[in-house]
């Protein structure tokens, strides 16, 4: 069986103020000076492609697992990560600097030819990921192969046949089904968030493994969309802080909550 997971290295936009979101002249924000982290999404369907790898070791079926980015050589050294991890191959499209901020459907092509070309059982992909999380490229991806696409994502396990069960969120209710091969399988918020840590000696033993690099073909003549504007979002709630602790504290909170309650 052969499991395709795709991911993507953001930056931490938490580490900026809302001053630091200058937009240039071509429409894009610096976030250089920010560190990178893997998308929150995809990190966790990492970690489902090597949990699922551990459920096949049992059941004495071969996974083999690939995971797949497109970008830039900043993603090197996670890719490197994911070959400590003991992931069978890592392939980075390099985007040679373009700007795919917005551009899902050519990313999907993209994912979709080395699919085409590397059959594969399962694909996993994040549900979305910033900038942009337009949360798109999964079903651009599945549409494009003509597979079916389960959505949300929280749980999965693979079954004795190779075929995946698929625990899915809807409405605050969770549902269970089998997921038939070939799929496209969107992780939402899982009941895993954080991929596992290589260990040392994995590093040095499985680190330095090749990272496989070939060029965006589609996306060298794909036009996408061109943003006219840019503007911060200011998310911030308002709040009170009471001066009073213990019971007095209690009792003007409860005072707060019956004033807004009335209003």
């Known amino acids: 069986m052969k499991l395709l997971v795709c991911f993507k290295v953001i930056p931490d936009l938490d580490q900026m103020a809302a001053e630091d979101y200058t937009v240039d002249e071509r429409m ?20 489902f492609g090597l949990r699922l790898c551990d459920e096949a070791e049992g059941l004495n079926l071969h996974l083999e697992k690939t995971a797949l980015t497109v970008a830039g050589e900043q ?7 994911l070959n400590a991890l003991k992931y069978d191959r890592t392939v980075r499209i390099d985007n040679e600097g373009r700007d795919i901020r917005f551009m899902p459907e050519g990313i999907a ?32 991806t599945a549409a494009t192969l003509g597979i079916p696409l389960i959505s949300n994502v929280v749980d999965l396990h693979l079954l004795e046949d190779g075929r995946l069960w698929a625990v899915t969120e809807a409405g605050g209710s969770l549902y269970g089904q089998t997921a038939q091969s070939p799929a ?66 209690a009792e003007e909170l409860g005072r707060w909550i019956k004033e807004r309650r009335s209003m």
Not at 31 to 42: E, I, K, L, Q
Not at 118 to 140: C, E, K, V, W
């Open 75 to 81: 993603a090197e050294l996670y890719l490197k990560t």
């Open 184 to 249: 496209v399988l969107v992780i939402g918020n899982a009941v895993i968030s954080k991929l596992r840590v290589p260990t040392l000696k994995d590093r040095m033993q499985y680190g330095k493994k090749n990272v496989d690099i070939t060029g965006a073909e589609i996306l060298k003549t794909y036009s996408g969309e061109n943003p006219s504007g840019m503007a911060y979002i200011n998310r911030e709630r308002k709040g009170e802080r009471m001066k009073a602790t213990g019971q007095k504290a």
């Open 28 to 47: 894009q924000v610096d976030t250089s000076f920010v560190r990178t982290m893997w998308n929150c999404f995809d990190e966790s369907g990492l970690e």
């Open 109 to 140: 092509q993209e994912i979709a030819a080395y699919a085409k070309e590397n059959p594969q059982d399962y694909i996993i992909m994040g549900r979305q990921a910033a900038p942009g999380n337009n949360g798109l490229t999964s079903y651009f």
